[in-house]
T-cell receptor, first 113, second 114 residues
Framework: LAKTTQPISMDSYEGQEVNITCSHN???????ITWYQQFPSQGPRFIIQ???TKVTNEVASLFIPADRKSSTLSLPRVSLSDTAVYYC??????????????FGKGTKLSVKP | DTEVTQTPKHLVMGMTNKKSLKCEQH?????MYWYKQKAKKPPELMFV???????INESVPSRFSPECPNSSLLNLHLHALQPEDSALYLC?????????????FGPGTRLTVL
C-alpha cells in the first residue's frame, strides 16, 4: 500500500487559499487519492477524491500531476471553521486484495482571524 | 439519511467488565468498519465487514470481538480490556468495500478503561 507524507501542520489566515501537498511516491496504477477532514472528537469526513489531473467540488480542488507521485488539496478562502486535521489517503480494492484506507499522520491546519 | 450513529457516546469500564459498542446505518451500505483512534493520532483500521461477513481483521487482540447481525448494524464486544485500550472508537460505512468508496463516519464512542 502506498505510503503518504504530508506536512504535520500549517497556519493560515481567514480568506486565504490553502494548499496542502501530499507525497505518495509508491502509488500503484489502480490507486485513487482521497482526502478526509477531521474535527476534534468527531469522525473524519470525506472531502474529495481523484485519480488524475484536476477534480473540483463545492468545497475543494484536488490537483494531481501526470506522474501521480503527489497531490495537492486546495481550499479556497478558508474560514475559522476549516481548522481541522486533513488526511491524504491512497488505496484501492480490486480482485479481493486488501487495499484498505490507511490513515497517515495528517496535516493540522490552523486558521487564524 | 446519510448518518452513521454510534452508542454510547461515552463509556467507562473496568478491566473485568464486558461491554458492547453499537453502530447503525440506514444508507444501504454493504461495508462497515471499526477504527480505533488514540489522542492526536490518526484512526487505525481494526475490522472490515463486507456483506455481513468479516473481511479483514487487522491483527486485533481477541479481547475485541466484532459482530454484524445484519446489513445495518455493527457491534464491537469488549472484554478484559486494558487501560491502553482507552481511545475513540469510530464506526464507518461505505457503499462497497474499497478505498474508492466514500466512507461515512459516526461520531465515535469515547472509551475509558480503568
Amino acid at each position: 500500500l502506498a505510503k503518504t507524507t504530508q506536512p504535520i501542520s500549517m497556519d493560515s489566515y481567514e480568506g486565504q487559499e490553502v494548499n496542502i501537498t501530499c507525497s505518495h511516491n509508491n502509488i500503484a496504477t489502480n490507486d485513487y487519492i482521497t482526502w478526509y477532514q477531521q474535527f476534534p472528537s468527531q469522525g473524519p469526513r470525506f472531502i474529495i477524491q481523484g485519480y488524475k489531473t484536476k477534480v473540483t467540488n463545492e468545497v475543494a480542488s484536488l490537483f494531481i500531476p501526470a506522474d501521480r507521485k503527489s497531490s495537492t488539496l486546495s481550499l479556497p478562502r478558508v474560514s475559522l471553521s476549516d481548522t481541522a486535521v486533513y488526511y491524504c489517503l491512497v488505496g484501492v480494492e480490486y480482485g479481493g486484495s486488501q487495499g484498505n484506507l490507511i490513515f497517515g499522520k495528517g496535516t493540522k491546519l490552523s486558521v487564524k482571524p | 439519511d446519510t448518518e452513521v450513529t454510534q452508542t454510547p457516546k461515552h463509556l467507562v469500564m473496568g478491566m473485568t467488565n464486558k461491554k458492547s459498542l453499537k453502530c447503525e446505518q440506514h444508507m444501504g451500505h454493504r461495508a462497515m468498519y471499526w477504527y480505533k483512534q488514540k489522542a492526536k493520532k490518526p484512526p487505525e483500521l481494526m475490522f472490515v465487514y463486507s456483506y455481513e461477513k468479516l473481511s479483514i481483521n487487522e491483527s486485533v487482540p481477541s479481547r475485541f470481538s466484532p459482530e454484524c447481525p445484519n446489513s445495518s448494524l455493527l457491534n464491537l464486544h469488549l472484554h478484559a480490556l486494558q487501560p491502553e485500550d482507552s481511545a475513540l472508537y469510530l464506526c464507518a460505512s461505505s457503499q462497497e468495500r474499497g478505498a474508492y468508496n466514500e466512507q461515512f463516519f459516526g461520531p465515535g464512542t469515547r472509551l475509558t478503561v480503568l
